[in-house]
């Protein structure tokens, strides 16, 4: 599939909006929506990769995809501010959870 440069800058602008509904599902913690998101980007990213060697930007068009870059890397730091606190609690109940099994398994289950 050849891209022209008009492809490459759709492909950047749909990427950047769903960075911008990326960062909203994690304000709504909705993680699920979040992954679905997040599946959609990577295969943008893929077809990116396979085919915007050949594509040149220039003048406007290069300074269109800076924008939109730098907008995706924005999103991508919210959503990680956004993420970063459920992680870590996730990743607490998670130990939390196998320390009860284990003492369960030690001491017996009630």
Do not use: F
């Not at 990427?15 to 960062?23: D, H, K, N």
């Not at 909203?24 to 295969?43: G, P, V």
């Not at 290069?62 to 919210?78: G, N, P, V, W």
């Amino acid at each position: 599939m050849t891209m022209t440069n008009h492809d490459v800058l759709s492909v950047y602008a749909a990427m950047g909006e769903l960075t911008s509904q990326m960062v909203a599902a994690a304000n709504a913690s909705d993680w699920e929506h979040l992954q679905d998101l997040e599946q959609r980007m990577n295969a943008h990213v893929a077809v990116l990769k396979a085919t915007e060697g050949m594509v040149r930007l220039e003048g406007e068009q290069r300074t269109r995809k800076a924008t939109l870059i730098k907008q995706m890397l924005d999103d991508d730091r919210k959503v990680r501010d956004l993420i970063t606190p459920w992680m870590a609690q996730l990743a607490k109940l998670i130990n939390s959870t196998g320390t009860e099994r284990r003492l369960a398994n030690a001491y017996g289950g009630v």
